[in-house]
């Protein structure tokens, strides 16, 4: 079957009573919500179980189509040996058999033949048309190491894509911003500049001057006017600066099967994946020429073993058990130190390049799930008795940067005096509430003046009190137990009834470190 990307998470949007609604909301089953279902490769869950608000659109192991044998999808009406979802995706990597079969496939998407967009088309001068070159490939074998007896599969699958982003930063429209001129249409239309800086009696602040104005884009950059405050009749005090940035997106993955039969009532399996994924976030970081230098950084690792018993010929029991491990890194390469800047009138940041706000700061997930299954069916006559047990541990250690560093921002607070606050009688035929503010706003910033100044502090440990510059770094675990019997009895050829019994518990989320959610207050406050 033909699938986007390979990608086999596709294979669920075509069952009936699945509502995917794609770029508007996640995927769902039945109107429930994607938390509501457990999704599992060779018995293991692959979800992100930190996130997972997008379940069923996102897995990061990324299953494809050539390393899933076997999909099947229960929308309602679980029985009770189904746990940790109102719904269930189960799939099955392939196994080897007798016969040694194999594949290889390669698949490429060029923008050679693709259009170039209407704004870059429009853009003044013009920027070229983004770079796209996508390559997937691979192979996939199986067949057997002793006959009758031990098998193998194995696969590898490879994706390297270099594309462009197409960026419009926000940049000063004049050479002579960054010396105070602030440029503002009258009320008679008429535009007329000022200096903020001599009408406010400061000056521009010579730290800000050379270590963050300085990296700013200048006005040589503007190409058109789609974002800011200016157009091509009328050049205010901000124009755009549009160019293509490179995106790459790389991974690679491999995995393989073993089979085992050492009796005829005794078989075992194994089965480990690896998956490694570098993905450029040209979404976090606007402003690099070349490559962003944010981007995510991802390796899951999966492994399951099972033991399948056929005890007589109306029984069998298999144990399962494995993990995976899922970490994701959403990682920066920029040099932060000190101060981090805000900026005015929407003008990017040049520090980090997430907009006007300071740059994103590294943060990320180790998200680890180990799992034990136990299942057993015994015939009667016309009943199938169902017994077994699971167990489930969620274990997420979440950390982030984000506040590390002081967050300096600039403005005039209410209690500013009136000589250095702008007033709109200082400017020549009358100013806009909303241009006396952009005017406000400009001459705070160049002047370095200070309204806030805001830094997050983190617990080390239990004895460290709140400590500046450091990460927030929590681990949590999370257990989910359960315990069934259910019958299913063929009480007529075409006529079959369910009834079961299960037991279900999770565990209190607990911090491993003992470290409070909100912190303790003594002496009598509240």
Do not use: C
């Not at 994924?277 to 040209?282: A, F, G, H, K």
Request: net charge neutral; hydrophobic share 35%.
């Amino acid at each position: 079957i033909p699938l986007a990307n390979r990608d086999v998470t596709n294979l669920i949007k075509l069952q009936p009573g699945v509502q995917p609604f794609t770029n508007r909301t996640n995927t769902s089953i039945n109107g429930g919500r994607p938390t509501w279902t457990q999704v599992t490769l060779d018995g293991i869950n692959i979800q992100d179980n930190f996130i997972r608000t997008n379940s069923l659109d996102f897995l990061p192991n990324r299953p494809t189509s050539d390393t899933v044998a076997e999909f099947s999808i229960t929308t309602s009406v679980s029985g009770a040996n189904s746990a940790g979802g109102a719904s269930s995706v189960r799939m099955i990597t392939p196994s080897g058999s007798n016969r040694f079969t194999g594949s290889v496939f390669e698949f490429n998407r060029d923008a050679r033949y693709a259009a170039n967009s209407f704004f870059n088309n429009a853009a003044t001068p013009s920027v070229a048309k983004p770079e796209l070159s996508r390559h997937q490939f691979g192979g996939r074998v199986g067949g057997p190491i002793q006959k009758d007896k031990l098998f193998f599969f194995g696969y590898y699958e490879g994706f390297r894509q270099t594309t462009q982003t197409s960026q419009n930063l926000t940049v000063p429209a004049n050479a002579d911003f960054f010396d105070g001129v602030f440029r503002y249409a009258g009320t008679d239309g008429v535009v007329r500049s000022v200096n903020v800086m001599q009408l406010s009696g400061q000056t521009v602040d010579a730290r800000l001057r050379s270590d963050f104005f300085s990296q700013i884009p200048g006005a040589s950059n503007v190409n058109n006017f789609d974002v800011g405050n200016s157009t091509a009749a009328r050049v205010l005090n901000t124009a755009g600066y549009r160019f293509n940035q490179s995106d790459l997106n790389n991974r690679d993955q491999y995995g393989f099967r073993f089979d085992y039969a050492l009796t005829d009532k005794h078989r075992f399996e194994g089965v480990y994946s690896y998956f490694k994924e570098i993905d450029d976030r040209t979404d976090l970081d606007r402003i690099s020429p070349d490559r962003p230098l944010v981007y995510t950084n991802s390796d899951p690792k999966r492994f399951a073993a099972a033991w399948r018993w056929i005890g007589a010929s109306n029984f069998q029991n298999e144990v399962r058990g494995g993990f995976n491990l899922s970490p994701v890194q959403f990682e920066s390469d920029w040099a932060y130190s000190g101060n981090q800047y805000t900026t005015a009138l929407g003008i990017v940041n040049p520090i980090g390049g997430n907009g006007a706000a300071i740059g994103f700061q590294p943060q990320g997930r180790y998200t680890n799930t180990y799992q034990l299954n136990n299942n057993a069916s015994l015939m009667l006559g016309s009943h199938e008795l169902q017994m077994g047990g699971s167990w489930q541990r969620n274990h997420v250690n979440p950390y982030n940067y984000a506040g590390a560093y002081p967050q300096v921002n600039f403005g005039y607070s209410t209690v500013a005096p009136g000589s250095i606050q702008l007033g709109s009688g200082q400017f020549p035929g009358g100013i806009s509430a909303a241009d006396l503010a952009n005017a406000n706003a400009m001459a705070a910033w160049l002047s370095g003046a200070v309204t806030s100044v805001a830094q997050t502090f983190q617990v080390q440990d239990q004895s460290s009190g709140f400590v500046a510059g450091i990460p927030s770094n929590e681990n949590y675990t999370l257990d989910n137990i359960a315990a069934y019997v259910q019958d299913n009895w063929r009480w007529k050829p075409n006529f079959t009834v369910r009834a079961g019994l299960k037991w279900e518990y999770y565990s209190p989320l607990r911090e491993d470190n003992n470290l409070g959610f909100l912190p303790v207050l003594t002496g009598g406050f509240t």
